[in-house]
T-cell receptor
Framework: AQTVTQSQPEMSVQEAETVTLSCTYD???????LFWYKQPPSRQMILVIR????KQQNATENRFSVNFQKAAKSFSLKISDSQLGDAAMYFCAYRGSNYQLIWGAGTKLIIKP | GAGVSQSPSNKVTEKGKDVELRCDPI?????LYWYRQSLGQGLEFLIY????????KSGLPSDRFSAERTGGSVSTLTIQRTQQEDSAVYLC???????????FGAGSRLTVL
């Protein structure tokens, strides 16, 4: 069975600096998708970025980028120029060949002004 | 609608009472998911709908939990004889069948006294 592990329950970063959130996963599938979702205090989960496993190029969305290491089964999220509005829970998720998403336990990101 | 709508936003009930939580997905989204999120925790899968049918009910924690979806649209999650351990945020998400990105509602926070 697939698993997703986020080993950092909480991270903090100074505003305007860069922070990296870690995610590792385990799967025997070769085709899959990986996601980072953000959950602010408003509770609504928002997609931050996604990566298709067959693409070697790391996905980027403005200040958010990933470091996708398929062989190592690692999918970290880098947030550059951190802003106060980035404070939230961040969840890593995996989707393989079926409809199920497998979720990590989340990382709470604190932004220090 | 423009987004996934969930109601009520907050519900406080007494132990032993029944509650209904509603999810109105994005128009045209045939796949619908219910998740439970306990305080400070990740997402726990409850049930998945494809159209009106629920091919996977494996996440429902007990027979006190049930869900239905009518007209391929609105879904209702019902919890009978609520217990204090049912206190959580219940999140609904929808997507097109076969698509990978889920759109979430803002959730229903249930508090059982």
């Amino acid at each position: 069975a697939q698993t997703v592990t986020q080993s950092q329950p909480e991270m903090s970063v100074q505003e305007a600096e860069t922070v990296t959130l870690s995610c590792t996963y385990d799967t025997s599938e070769s085709d899959y998708y990986l996601f980072w979702y953000k959950q602010p205090p408003s509770r609504q989960m928002i997609l931050v970025i996604r990566q298709e496993a067959y693409k070697q190029q790391n996905a980027t969305e403005n200040r958010f980028s990933v470091n996708f290491q398929k062989a190592a089964k690692s999918f970290s999220l880098k947030i550059s120029d951190s802003q106060l509005g980035d404070a939230a829970m961040y969840f890593c998720a995996y989707r393989g060949s079926n409809y199920q998403l497998i979720w990590g336990a989340g990382t709470k990101l604190i932004i220090k002004p | 609608g423009a987004g996934v709508s969930q109601s009520p936003s907050n519900k406080v009930t007494e132990k032993g009472k029944d509650v209904e939580l509603r999810c109105d997905p994005i128009s045209g989204h045939t796949a619908l998911y219910w998740y439970r999120q306990s305080l400070g925790q990740g997402l726990e899968f409850l049930i998945y709908f494809q159209g009106n049918s629920a091919p996977d009910k494996s996440g429902l924690p007990s027979d006190r939990f049930s869900a239905e979806r009518t007209g391929g649209s609105v879904s209702t999650l019902t919890i009978q004889r609520t217990q204090q351990e049912d206190s959580a945020v219940y999140l609904c998400a929808s997507t097109f069948y076969g698509a990978n990105v889920l759109t979430f509602g803002a959730g229903s926070r249930l508090t059982v006294l």
